[in-house]
Nanobody
Framework: QVQLVESGGGSVQPGGSLRLSCAAS????????MAWYRQAPGKQRELVAS???????NCADSVKGRFTISRDNTRNTVYLQMNSLKPEDTAVYYC???????????????WGQGTQVTVSS
């Protein structure tokens, strides 16, 4: 099994910055795509940004130019640098990864427990 642990959430004023980290651990053979999702109260979970193992990136239009996703394959970690934060960015942010636990294992999706980001003055 693969475990994902997020860190770096918190409260910040509008215009501020936060950096989220998500470290994968456990039985890991290979991690394919990694991504950040978020879910605001009363809303559906939405994709914020994703990155393939090779570094191809996809970002939601709402965060382009403000958020940057990156990953360190040697550390099995994905990051989300969030700048120019807005109140509408307030949500629980979840890490997601597609991985295999062994060479013969199937590709499965895993989720972190989520970390709260609050943007408020």
């Amino acid at each position: 099994q693969v475990q994902l642990v997020e860190s770096g959430g918190g409260s910040v004023q509008p215009g501020g910055s936060l950096r989220l980290s998500c470290a994968a651990s456990g039985s890991i053979f290979i991690i394919y795509g990694m991504a950040w999702y978020r879910q605001a109260p009363g809303k559906q979970r939405e994709l914020v940004a994703s990155i393939t193992r090779g570094g191809n990136i996809n970002c939601a239009d709402s965060v382009k130019g403000r958020f940057t996703i990156s990953r360190d394959n040697t550390r099995n970690t994905v990051y989300l640098q969030m700048n120019s934060l807005k109140p509408e960015d307030t949500a629980v942010y979840y890490c997601n990864a597609e991985a295999r636990s062994s060479s013969l294992g199937v590709r499965s999706y895993y989720w972190g427990q989520g970390t709260q980001v609050t943007v408020s003055s």
